[in-house]
C-alpha cells in the first residue's frame, strides 16, 4: 500500500517561504505517477498547487504560478512544494498526493499537514 | 481559473437518492472525461468516491455513480445511509494542462 507524509513546519511568518516535504513509500517516485499538492484554508473547499512528473515536468495553479515550486528528490523517494511572498491567505491544509497520468485519479493522499502563515 | 460551480448544500432522508451537480466549461468539464469526485468527512482527508466521469475505484460501494452531460457532471448517491453525511467536492482537468475543484457540496441526512 502507497503511504504519503506530509512534513515540515507548521508556522511560516509573512513574506517568507513555506517548504513542504512529501515522504512516499512502497512506491518509487521515479517510476511513473505525478505528484503533487493541494491545499485547503480552514473551513473553505480544495485548492489544486500544482503536479510534477515522475520526469520532472511541473504544472501549476495558473493564480499560484508566480510563487510555487515543485521538485523532486528521486534518491530520497521525496517531493517538495515551496510557496514564496506567503501571506495568511496561504493558511491551510495541504495534502500531498499521488496521480495516475491520463486519468483523474488521484488515488493516494497524504493525511494532511496545517501551515499557519502569522507573525 | 474558476471554480466549478457545485450547491452548496443538499439533503436527503435515509433511503433515498440524491444527485450533486458540478456545472463548469467547454474548457474543463466539457472538454475532457477527467472528472472526479471526493467525500470528505470533518477533520479527514478527502476520499476518492469517482473518476474518470463514472469509475469507482475498488472498494467503494456502487451506491455512488457519476455521469456527465454537456458541461455539468453529476454525482448520484442511492439509498442515502447516515455516513454519506460529509462534504463533496467534483474535480476536472481544464486546457491549460491543470486541475480545477468545485466549492464544494455539504450532504445532510435527515
Known amino acids: 500500500q502507497v503511504q504519503l507524509q506530509e512534513s515540515g513546519p507548521g508556522l511560516v511568518k509573512p513574506s517568507e517561504t513555506l517548504s513542504l516535504t512529501c515522504t512516499v513509500s512502497d512506491y518509487s517516485i521515479s517510476s511513473d505517477s505525478y505528484w503533487g499538492w493541494i491545499r485547503q484554508p480552514p473551513g473553505k473547499g480544495l485548492e489544486w498547487i500544482g503536479f510534477i512528473s515522475h520526469r520532472g515536468t511541473t504544472y501549476y495553479n495558473p493564480s499560484l504560478k508566480r510563487r510555487v515550486i515543485i521538485s523532486l528528490d528521486t534518491s530520497k523517494n521525496q517531493f517538495s512544494l515551496k510557496v514564496n511572498s506567503v501571506t495568511a491567505a496561504d493558511t491551510a491544509m495541504y495534502y500531498c498526493?499521488?496521480?495516475?497520468?491520463?486519468?483523474?485519479?488521484?488515488?493516494?493522499w497524504g493525511q494532511g499537514t496545517l501551515v499557519t502563515v502569522s507573525s | 481559473q474558476s471554480a466549478l460551480t457545485q450547491p452548496a448544500s443538499v439533503s436527503g432522508s435515509p433511503g433515498q437518492s440524491i444527485t450533486i451537480s458540478c456545472t463548469g466549461t467547454s474548457s474543463d468539464v466539457g472538454a475532457y472525461n477527467y472528472v472526479s469526485w471526493y467525500q470528505q468527512h470533518p477533520g479527514k482527508a478527502p476520499k476518492l468516491m469517482i473518476y474518470d466521469v463514472s469509475n469507482r475505484p475498488s472498494g467503494v460501494s456502487n451506491r455512488f455513480s457519476g455521469s456527465k452531460s454537456g458541461n455539468t457532471a453529476s454525482l448520484t448517491i442511492s439509498g442515502l445511509q447516515a455516513e454519506d453525511e460529509a462534504d463533496y467536492y467534483c474535480n476536472s482537468f481544464t486546457s491549460s494542462a491543470s486541475w480545477v475543484f468545485g466549492g464544494g457540496t455539504k450532504l445532510t441526512v435527515l
Open positions: 498526493v499521488k496521480a495516475i497520468g491520463g486519468s483523474s485519479l488521484f488515488d493516494f
